[in-house]
């Protein structure tokens, strides 16, 4: 008869409420802008609790997670749909727009970019009136939601171009 292994070699289990806290502990870490490779080796989190901290952070802050989670995971969350366009790099000397941080009430979202970058527009629409609003990733010289504009429908569309193309930032 093979010898009964002891309950003190036989790995500790996990309680729920345990992982719980560690997976939430790991998402206010990565929401704070720590990778998750510090996250992980600092936490000692199990591959479950990394993909909970991850899905959470992904469904929440998507521009964010481009940032802080590792490159060489194996799941493919960030290859972008190319369902909607992507503004150009900026080409030369762009023109700089005043972005302004107050917002000018709820407007009608006209057109948009792509989400899978750091910065995404959006042409919006307020009886008229058309504005651009910018949302990058938060930085300290950039408001996270910004806007410009206050324009007639053709010269919108200019400005939607010339931010399209790089012409303009």
Do not use: K
């Not at 345990?18 to 989190?45: K, Y």
């Not at 493919?76 to 369902?83: I, M, N």
Request: aromatic share 8%.
């Amino acid at each position: 008869m093979a010898p009964s292994r002891s309950r003190a070699l036989a790995p500790a289990r996990q309680r729920p409420e345990e992982s719980t806290a560690r997976c939430d502990a790991a998402f206010a870490r990565l929401r704070a802008g720590e990778s998750m490779t510090t996250v992980r080796r600092d936490l000692g989190l199990t591959r479950g609790e990394e993909q909970r901290a991850a899905q959470r952070l992904r469904r929440e802050y998507p521009w964010l997670a481009i940032l802080v989670l590792d490159p060489e995971d194996d799941d493919d969350w960030r290859l972008c749909p190319r369902v909607s366009p992507h503004p150009s790099i900026p080409v030369g000397q762009p023109v700089e727009l005043l972005w302004c941080a107050d917002s000018p009430g709820d407007g009608r979202v006209i057109e948009y970019t792509c989400t899978c970058g750091m910065t995404n527009y959006e042409l919006l629409s307020y009886g008229g009136i058309y504005r651009i609003r910018r949302v990058t990733v938060p930085r300290d010289d950039v408001p996270p939601v910004s806007y410009t504009g206050g324009w007639r429908r053709p010269e919108a569309y200019e400005w939607w171009r010339r931010v399209l193309s790089g012409q303009a930032r």
